[in-house]
């Protein structure tokens, strides 16, 4: 298997999810929509970790699962989005993301 491409984020952030760790949605270098998750700048990232070996186990099960990749987000992109749940330290150091479309498994297939 090959190591998780890596892009950067092309344009502002324009959406904040309200679920767990808060991830944010923005276009990126490949222009393509992706979910970007961090770890709230704490290090080492363990749940990101857990989650790109996790991608790497469905790939390897043959299990749909979208594309994973690492980005480096421009601190510029996350002013538009500020808040105690996003903010520009957590995203220092290389952030995990998952591509935004893609086809869920039903299990029928």
Not at 12 to 35: G, K, M, Q
Request: hydrophobic share 40%.
């Amino acid at each position: 298997m090959q190591a998780p491409k890596r892009i950067h984020t092309q344009s502002d952030v324009f959406e904040v999810r309200e679920t767990n760790n808060y991830p944010v949605l923005a276009i990126c270098s490949d222009f393509n929509t992706y979910v970007i998750k961090h770890n709230r700048g704490r290090i080492p990232a363990n749940k990101l970790a857990v989650e790109l070996v996790a991608s790497y186990f469905l790939k390897l099960f043959e299990i749909p699962t979208p594309l994973v990749s690492l980005i480096d987000v421009d601190e510029e992109h996350i002013m538009s989005v500020l808040s105690n749940f996003c903010q520009p330290a957590y995203f220092k150091i290389p952030c995990f993301l998952w591509e935004q479309t893609f086809k869920v498994w039903n299990g029928n297939e």
